[in-house]
């Protein structure tokens, strides 16, 4: 009984380690962002080193796209989160976002 259980042990902390940047995959939109991303946006979505992105901000006509290409590949001294988010951690801060601008997200 001991071997399996220390080398599940094992697992569950590499499984920890690797992960999107220490957070779940299941993890929602709110919390990718709080943790990737208010330290440049702020937890309020007004900006600081980034732009603001909340309610009436320059991206609030920008389609889709254009923010699941933004945050997979970086933009400008944005950084590329390809390869800490999966594509689902960037759909559903995508879509944290577009909700917090008032808008649809399947538009
Ligand atoms: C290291 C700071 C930093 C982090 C972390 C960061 N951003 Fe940015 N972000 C920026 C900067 C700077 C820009 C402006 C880029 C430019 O155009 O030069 C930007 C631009 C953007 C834009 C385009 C805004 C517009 O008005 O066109 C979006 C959308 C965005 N970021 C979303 C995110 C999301 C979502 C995350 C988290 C996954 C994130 N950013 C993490 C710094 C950051």
Known sequence: MHRPSALLLT???LAAACGGGGLDEQAG????????????HAADLS???????????P????????FVQTISRGQGRMPSFDGSLSANQIQRVVEF???EQGREFTE
């Open 11 to 13: 697992l569950l902390l």
């Open 29 to 40: 939109g709110p919390e990718i962002f709080s943790a990737t991303c208010a330290r440049c």
């Open 47 to 57: 900006g600081g080193i980034g732009p603001r992105l909340g309610m009436g901000a």
């Open 59 to 66: 991206s609030s006509d920008k389609p889709l796209e254009y």
């Open 97 to 99: 976002i577009l909700v």
